[in-house]
C-alpha cells in the first residue's frame, strides 16, 4: 500500500509517500519511496524533492494556497521526474494526515469522515495556529483525489491521552475543566511515541517493560514521562508553549506575567501572545537567533554572553523536567534524545546529562560525539544505572503505520 502522508503547516506543505502494509509493519520492512518540502504557499513556492536516497532538487512555482500546492506534488508525483512506483492517482492506496490537536474526543488515529471532520474543528480553538492549517490539508486532499482514497487523521495529543488526571488537570476552578477542558493536553506525541516503540526494538523490551524519559528538542520542544510504554506525564500543556524552553517559544512562564506585560506595557493579549510564541525562546534570550547550532558556533567562536545563556537556560530546564519525572516515575531505564537539537547536537546532550551521577545518568563522551546527523544509538557510559540513547524521530512512519491499520480495521498499538 503506498501512503502519502502530509504534514500542513500554516505556509507549508511536508509529504511523504510511504509502501507499507500489515506485513511491512510486523517484519519492519517499510519503505520511503519519495518526501518533499513546499515552502511559502502563498507566494513563490520554494520546493525541496527527494526520492529515495537520491540528491535533493530544489525548484520554484507559484502557489496561491495549500490546495494548489497539493495539486502541484499530486502532478509531480505521477510524472516520470518523480521516479517512483506512482504512474497514476489510483496508486496511492491512502492518505494520512498529522494534525496536532484532538482534544479529548480523538484519542486515536481515525478515518477520516463528516463527524471526524467536525470534531477536528471543535479543536480549532485549542490549536489556532495548527489546527486550521491541517483542516485546509484535509480538504484539499479530499477535493483532489476523490471519495475513493482513504484518509486518515493522526493526532500529536493521541499519545498523551493515556495520562492520568492528576498529571493533565491544572489547579484552577474544576467547573473550568468541566465547561471548556481547560487542561494539559500534550503535543508531539507521534515522537515520543516513535521512540519508545523504536526504543523497545532495539533493546528487545516489551511495552510493559519500558519506563523511559523520551527528549523531543528542537524548534519545538517536550519531554515525555512513558511507563509501562504508556505516556505518564509530558511538559506541553493546553497549547504547545508550555513546557521547555523553544525556539521562540518562552516555555514554563509565571501566568502574572502576561497581566503584567498588559498593565505595564500596554501590550494586548494578541500582542503578548504572539511574543510567547514567536519572539521569546532562544530567540528572544541571546537576541541573535532560534537555532541552537548557530547560537553553538556564537559562543564557541565569539564567545557571546547572550548565547551562553540562552544555551545555559535551555538546558537547565530540561534538567529539571528530568529530576521531576525520575520522581514521579520512581526511576527510570533510560533517557532518550530525539527531534533536531537531540539527534545533533552533542553538546547540548553533554550539558543537560553532565554532573547528573547521583541519579545514575553519566555519558560515554566517545559515543556522544560520534552518534549524530541522524544516527542511533547508546550514548551511556558503561554501567550507568540509567542509560542514555539517542534515536532519530520518524514521525511520518508512525502515521503510514496507522493509516494502513485504520484503513484495514486493525487496533491502534503505542
Not at 15 to 36: K, N, P, S, Y
Not at 82 to 108: C, F, K, M, N, Y
Request: glycine letters at 10%.
Amino acid at each position: 500500500m503506498n501512503v502519502l502522508v502530509l504534514n500542513c503547516g500554516s505556509s507549508s506543505l511536508r509529504f511523504q509517500v510511504i509502501a507499507t502494509d500489515l506485513a511491512a509493519i510486523e517484519h519492519d520492512a517499510d519503505r520511503r519511496l519519495v518526501h518533499g518540502l513546499v515552502e511559502r504557499i502563498g507566494s513563490e513556492a520554494l520546493i525541496t524533492l527527494r526520492a529515495g536516497d537520491g540528491p535533493p532538487v530544489r525548484e520554484t512555482a507559484p502557489m496561491r494556497d495549500h490546495r494548489a500546492a497539493l495539486d502541484w506534488v499530486l502532478r509531480w508525483l505521477v510524472s516520470p521526474d518523480s521516479q517512483v512506483p506512482v504512474t497514476s492517482l489510483a496508486d496511492l492506496h491512502a492518505i494520512g494526515h498529522r494534525v496536532v490537536h484532538g482534544g479529548e474526543t480523538l484519542r486515536h488515529s481515525a478515518l477520516i469522515d463528516d463527524a471526524v471532520l467536525e470534531q477536528i474543528e471543535d479543536c480549532v480553538p485549542l490549536a489556532p495556529l495548527h489546527n486550521p492549517a491541517n483542516l485546509r490539508g484535509i480538504r484539499a486532499a479530499r477535493e483532489l483525489v476523490g471519495p475513493g482514497v482513504p484518509q486518515v487523521a493522526v493526532f500529536d495529543t493521541s499519545f498523551h491521552s493515556t495520562m492520568p488526571p492528576e498529571s493533565f488537570l491544572y489547579a484552577i476552578p474544576y467547573p473550568l475543566y468541566v465547561r471548556h477542558r481547560v487542561r494539559r493536553y500534550g503535543f508531539h506525541g507521534t515522537s515520543h511515541r516513535y521512540v519508545a516503540w523504536r526504543y523497545r526494538h532495539l533493546t528487545g523490551r516489551s511495552a510493559e517493560d519500558t519506563n523511559i524519559i523520551t527528549l523531543h528538542l528542537g524548534n519545538g520542544c517536550s519531554a515525555c514521562a512513558i511507563k509501562g510504554g504508556e505516556a505518564l506525564d509530558t511538559s506541553m500543556g493546553m497549547t504547545p508553549m508550555e513546557g521547555l524552553v523553544m525556539g521562540t517559544r518562552a516555555g514554563d512562564l509565571d501566568a502574572s506575567v502576561a497581566l503584567f506585560l498588559h498593565h505595564t506595557e500596554g501590550m494586548s493579549f494578541e500582542e503578548i501572545d504572539a511574543m510567547l510564541n514567536k519572539q521569546s525562546g532562544l530567540l528572544g534570550l541571546s537576541g541573535l537567533t532560534n537555532d541552537m547550532r548557530d547560537l553553538l558556533a556564537e559562543e564557541r567562536e565569539h564567545q557571546d554572553r547572550r548565547a551562553r545563556l540562552a544555551i545555559d537556560i535551555f538546558c537547565l530546564r530540561v534538567r529539571k523536567y528530568i529530576g521531576a519525572y525520575l520522581a514521579r516515575m520512581n526511576g527510570a531505564d533510560a533517557i532518550v534524545f530525539t527531534g533536531g537539537i537531540g539527534e545533533h547536537a552533542a553538546e547540548v546532550r553533554r550539558r543537560i546529562t553532565a554532573d547528573m551521577d547521583f541519579l545514575g545518568i553519566a555519558l560515554d563522551p566517545e559515543a556522544n560525539a560520534r552518534i549524530v546527523g541522524g544516527v542511533e544509538g547508546s550514548i551511556g557510559a558503561a554501567g550507568s544505572r540509567i542509560q542514555t540513547w539517542v534515536i532519530p524521530t520518524n514521525e511520518e512512519l508512525v502515521i503510514a503505520r496507522d493509516t494502513v491499520r485504520c484503513v484495514e480495521g486493525v487496533a491502534q498499538r503505542w
